[in-house]
């Protein structure tokens, strides 16, 4: 089965960075306008603006308040588990601070953490593997998914969880 158009959208952008100091990267600051944020830098946490951005580029309307993490717990669609394709979103700090991560999920890896594809993840667009631990939710940017996107293929990594994305 093919990604669906938002992953393969997402998956351009693999290794796009911040630029540090007075430059910003103009593809952060084309996900901000996508949004309607206000922001333009790339040092404001932009992983909501990358889920958002790419979402617009594909034709999805992103959610109100999308710049924050846990906002896109307002997608409509909720589901169980995760799906290739699916949005997940990550508690920080604590499971109630407020704080988060937002992405894509692309998979599993090796040990059966979640491989996620989003933005500020090392200060750039990259696939890195999450503990389900703090997983607050798992939401569909459309109609629910096919049952195959449900088989998460495996995708190598090096084990190494992120714990903060900020």
């Known amino acids: 089965m093919s990604d669906p158009a938002w992953i393969a959208t997402a998956k351009k952008y ?14 952060v600051l084309q996900w901000w306008k996508n949004m309607g944020a206000p922001f333009k830098d790339d040092e404001t946490p932009w992983c909501g603006a990358f889920v958002g951005g790419v979402l617009v580029e594909t034709g999805i309307r992103p959610v109100a308040g999308g710049a924050s993490a846990q906002a896109w717990l307002k997608l409509p669609v909720k589901l169980d588990k995760p799906a290739v394709g699916a949005v997940v979103v990550f508690w920080r700090n604590s499971p109630s601070s407020g704080l988060g991560h937002v992405g894509f999920v692309v998979g599993k890896d090796q040990s059966g953490h979640i491989m996620v594809l989003g933005g500020n993840q090392g200060d750039m667009v990259s696939i890195k593997p999450f503990s389900t631990d703090r997983v607050k939710g798992y939401r569909w940017p459309g109609v629910y998914p096919y049952p195959d996107r449900f088989n998460l293929p495996v995708i190598s990594s090096d ?8």
Request: hydrophobic share 20%.
């Open 14 to 27: 693999l290794g796009q960075r911040e630029i540090h100091g007075p430059q910003h990267n103009p593809h």
């Open 159 to 166: 084990g190494r969880v992120s714990t903060n994305e900020a």
